[in-house]
């Protein structure tokens, strides 16, 4: 979406899409490489910066195209390195990103949609529904913006790999499945050589379970990872969590996820929020152990960041030490993320509704709970 509905973002154009407007200029065939190779190499936002091409061209490319559309509408800095930013579209729309530095990797948490339709029942972003779907320029212009936050392209160079961001994740506000073509097509961008050039394993899709999509997903000859969100081992306690889950049962979801396991070999991961309580005892533990016998998978237990209102509780250290020698000691793979960005407003969904316009039920009137539930793998330690 850009202000100006005679521009295209060129962020959401494949280089074949590109490649065409520049044949009707009867432009060099490697001038639209030539481009892409500024934007998604250099770094550049402006046409008027690439010095190799004619000011002509240049002026005419400006006329057409866009490079950025989102405005920092705001940025928060935690002592742990992770960086928080609110990019505003020109609709008003908004998305959180987050950079998530961890030793030699530097993640982008990006998002798919302005707010979310599932509406879990723990999770900020979906408390207002959702606002639109982002298009696939929005969402690769996120990466591209986080990535901008990394410093210098050349510190830390590694062969094969882009020096500022090693990883992305679809695991921001929205249900990445349910906008797939918009999805589908930013992950291509990411991933391509022409694009910001990020190896298919190095990026992470994140959903609640869509078993239509994730078998369409299996099909599509990506290398990417799978995070299933379940929270919970169980249908009844999971329809308690995640609304979306009265449609899709916890069997509909082992079988898509082994569908995606024989297409692809890649095991999945199982995403689980423990909340204080409610999903983090014994029981819960021996059916989760039992279900992941069911699936080549692994488990990321996530310690839940407290949103204010919404009624649940972050686990002790202790429980969830409990809970994770219950895992290992059933055999089940499990790491445990540490929270990142303790002290900003890090939990997904918080920075948008804290904007003064932030939708029917206002801003939150209070400082924002610290910490994030999307992290970076490490102990369980407060
Ligand atoms: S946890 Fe994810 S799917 Fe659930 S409401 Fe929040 S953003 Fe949407």
Not at 77 to 100: F, M, N, R, Y
Not at 236 to 256: N, Y
Request: with cysteine.
């Amino acid at each position: 979406m850009t202000s100006d509905p005679r521009k295209q973002h060129l962020l959401g154009t494949p280089l074949t899409g590109f490649a065409a407007f520049c044949a009707e200029r009867k432009w060099p065939v490697y001038r639209a490489r030539q481009v892409y190779q500024w934007v998604f190499e250099h770094g550049v936002a402006d046409f008027d910066a690439m010095t190799n091409l004619a000011k002509t061209d240049r002026a005419k490319l400006s006329e057409r195209w866009i490079i950025l559309t989102g405005r920092e509408a705001r940025r928060q800095e935690s002592k742990d390195g992770t960086s928080k930013l609110l990019l505003e579209w020109p609709d008003g729309a908004a998305s959180e990103c987050v950079l998530i530095p961890d030793e030699t990797r530097r993640t982008a948490c990006i998002s798919s949609q302005a707010g979310c339709p599932v509406g879990c029942t723990f999770c900020a972003s979906g408390i207002d529904g959702l606002q639109r779907q982002l298009t696939a320029g929005e969402i690769v212009e996120q990466a591209v913006q986080i990535r901008a936050l990394c410093g210098d392209p050349v510190e830390n160079r590694r062969p094969g790999e882009d020096p500022r961001l090693s990883n992305v994740v679809l695991m921001g506000i929205g249900e990445p499945l349910a906008n797939y073509d918009n999805v589908l097509q930013a992950i291509h961008t990411i991933n391509a050589d022409w694009g910001m050039n990020i190896g298919a394993r190095k990026i992470t899709l994140s959903t609640v379970g869509l078993p239509r999509q994730i078998r369409r997903l299996a099909e599509e000859d990506l290398q990417i990872n799978l995070a299933i969100s379940l929270h919970a081992p169980t249908d009844v306690l999971r329809r308690k969590l995640i609304p979306w889950a009265e449609r899709v049962s916890v069997d509909e979801l082992v079988s898509a996820v082994n569908f995606y396991f024989e297409k692809t070999g890649r095991e999945v991961t199982l995403e689980y929020l423990l909340l204080g309580g409610v999903n983090d005892g014994p029981r819960h533990a021996a059916d989760l152990a039992n279900l992941c016998r069911r699936m080549r998978c692994n488990v990321n237990l996530i310690r839940y960041n407290p949103v204010a209102g919404l009624g649940f509780e972050r686990p002790s250290s202790a429980a969830a030490h409990h809970f994770v020698e219950q895992l290992r000691a059933r055999s089940v793979n499990v790491h445990v993320r540490k929270s990142r960005g303790i002290d900003i407003d890090a939990a997904c969904g918080q920075l948008r509704r804290a904007r003064p316009d932030s939708g029917p039920t206002g801003p939150v009137d209070k400082p924002l709970q610290p910490g994030s539930n999307k992290a970076a793998p490490d102990g369980v330690t407060d």
